[in-house]
């Protein structure tokens, strides 16, 4: 089924581009709203689309993105510093600036369209994960698998006098070995691996994915090649049961209980049955809450995180800038901002192509990220510009840090480019404490106003405000 993309753009140019992109992209099924907002409102009031694309900030001005239950992506063509503060203000998580390229825009789709999808999986396909939590069944108490495993082994022990329960994991390209995860004797047994030729039940259960009840091993034929091992331990009795859920092993666990001195009745084997199965419920929710929450730490990840570069998104930048900035005021500490820009990266693109220059705004990106402080925040704020935050640093340590930066890139031989091409960068700076800074836009403006000024004098150089330094 066709994922339906609503698209709010006025731009000529822009429109161009989404049209030659969704005709290529068989997908998505696109809708396009012309200059009305008031018909906008109303398509959105009467459905959800998979995602919506809008102009920022003529179109974001004219929404209150959190009334709206799809994902948004913004697209920022004119102004940059009005647009990326519509982003911010809106709350909008998903963004691209001009100028915008197939490859870009196919990500941020499939990313919003996946965890749409993710999340709405989530509660269509597990309506009873919190049904679950408030059922008072074996393992309800914890989402941990480790400790549901052990709660079910330990519960089972308590219910039917066993000498062993365990759970015993299977992988899945070998065969000839197993794990025990997790053991009624010990909650500590984790990860014991066992050599599955000793022990031919779980062998044949693993083969059938079904039970396998040995009611007395001495004489059952299926034990006859490890009799000699077993008969010193004085097993007498073994049940092997798959732990199921929805027709599916999971992650091939197999409950495997035995006895000594008499079989497992069928009132017992029946019991076990139940307690598998019911173990399977919150085995299975266990293991998707940790699923989710390895999800989610990923997601969260690339929502603060540039596409292209690898490094903080600008989104995330003007959060924290804005924690630090009140930080600065209130403890009176400094606070510096360096803003940096590859010089002529035009000609780069023009001479190896834009998949190129891609790779270079890349490595130069890492390469900054690898020599800055950890408490320095790096992020990419438009096209082969960057800006650099440096947290209770003045101006003159600040200085220094983009005289050591501007070395290291000078040094740098990029991979993708000719060995005799090398990078330069221009470089802008502004600080704390400053009677013109009266907030963190301030702090930004200045940075940009030397940055501007260091490319109008040549580029290759560093300004701190009105004073140069090359």
């Given at each position: 089924m066709k994922k339906e993309i609503l698209v709010y753009e006025t731009d000529k140019d822009v429109l161009k581009f989404l049209r030659a992109f969704f005709k290529e992209k068989k997908d998505y099924s696109p809708q396009f709203i012309r200059k009305d907002h008031g018909a906008l409102k109303k398509i959105l009031a009467q459905k959800t689309p998979d995602a919506l694309i809008i102009s920022s900030p003529d179109g974001l001005r004219h929404l209150n993105p959190s009334d709206i239950q799809c994902p948004i992506i913004a697209l920022i063509s004119t102004s940059l510093t009005k647009g990326i503060r519509s982003v911010v203000q809106s709350d909008v998580e998903?963004?691209?600036?001009?100028?915008?390229?197939?490859?870009?825009?196919?990500?941020?789709?499939?990313?919003?369209?996946?965890?749409?999808?993710?999340?709405?999986?989530?509660?269509?396909?597990?309506?009873?994960?919190?049904?679950?939590?408030?059922?008072?069944?074996?393992?309800?108490?914890?989402?941990?698998p480790?400790?549901?495993?052990?709660?079910?082994?330990?519960?089972?022990?308590?219910?039917?006098?066993?000498?062993?329960?365990?759970?015993?994991s299977i992988n899945a390209e070998n065969h000839r070995y197993a794990d025990i995860v997790s053991s009624f004797e010990d909650p500590k047994i984790t990860n014991l691996r066992i050599d599955l030729n000793k022990y031919p039940e779980i062998r044949r259960a693993?083969?059938?994915?079904?039970?396998?009840?040995?009611?007395?091993?001495?004489?059952?034929?299926?034990?006859?090649?490890?009799k000699d091992i077993i008969a010193p331990l004085g097993i007498r009795s073994i049940v092997v049961i798959p732990v199921i859920f929805r027709d599916e092993v999971i992650g091939s666990l197999l409950l495997r209980t035995s006895r000594r001195k008499h079989t497992f009745s069928k009132k017992?084997?029946?019991?076990?049955?139940?307690?598998?199965?019911?173990s399977a419920n919150a085995l299975y929710n266990a293991f998707l809450y940790e699923r989710l929450d390895k999800e989610k730490t990923r997601l969260e990840k690339l929502a603060i995180t540039d596409y292209l570069t690898g490094i903080y998104n600008i989104r995330y930048f003007y959060n924290r800038l804005e924690e630090e900035f009140s930080r600065s005021g209130r403890y009176l500490i400094p606070l510096s901002c360096i803003m940096l820009d590859i010089d002529h990266f035009k000609k780069i693109n023009d001479t190896y192509g834009h998949r190129i220059g891609d790779l270079v705004l890349r490595e130069f990106a890492q390469l900054v990220k690898r020599h800055t402080r950890k408490s320095d925040l790096f992020a990419r704020y438009g096209g082969e510009e960057f800006i650099?935050?440096?947290?209770?640093?003045?101006i003159k340590g600040a200085l220094i840090e983009a005289g050591r930066l501007m070395k290291v890139i000078k040094k740098h031989q990029f991979r993708?480019?000719?060995?005799?091409?090398?990078?330069?960068?221009?470089?802008?700076?502004?600080?704390?404490?400053?009677?013109?800074?009266?907030?963190?836009?301030?702090?930004?403006?200045?940075?940009?106003?030397?940055?501007?000024?260091?490319?109008e004098k040549g580029r290759d150089r560093i300004i701190v405000h009105h004073h140069s330094h090359s």
């Open positions: 998903c963004y691209m600036l001009s100028p915008f390229f197939k490859e870009e825009l196919d990500h941020k789709l499939k990313l919003v369209v996946d965890r749409k999808s993710w999340i709405e999986g989530l509660y269509d396909e597990n309506e009873d994960l919190y049904a679950l939590m408030e059922l008072a069944t074996l393992a309800s108490s914890t989402l941990n480790k400790e549901v495993l052990y709660l079910v082994v330990k519960k089972i022990s308590d219910i039917i006098k066993v000498s062993r329960c365990s759970m015993i693993l083969s059938l994915k079904k039970m396998v009840v040995v009611k007395d091993a001495r004489r059952d034929p299926l034990m006859k090649e490890v017992e084997i029946k019991l076990l049955i139940a307690l598998a199965n019911a650099l935050l440096l947290p209770q640093t003045p993708s480019i000719k060995e005799d091409h090398r990078i330069t960068v221009s470089f802008g700076i502004s600080g704390t404490p400053n009677n013109k800074i009266k907030n963190y836009d301030d702090l930004i403006q200045l940075a940009d106003n030397a940055l501007f000024r260091a490319k």
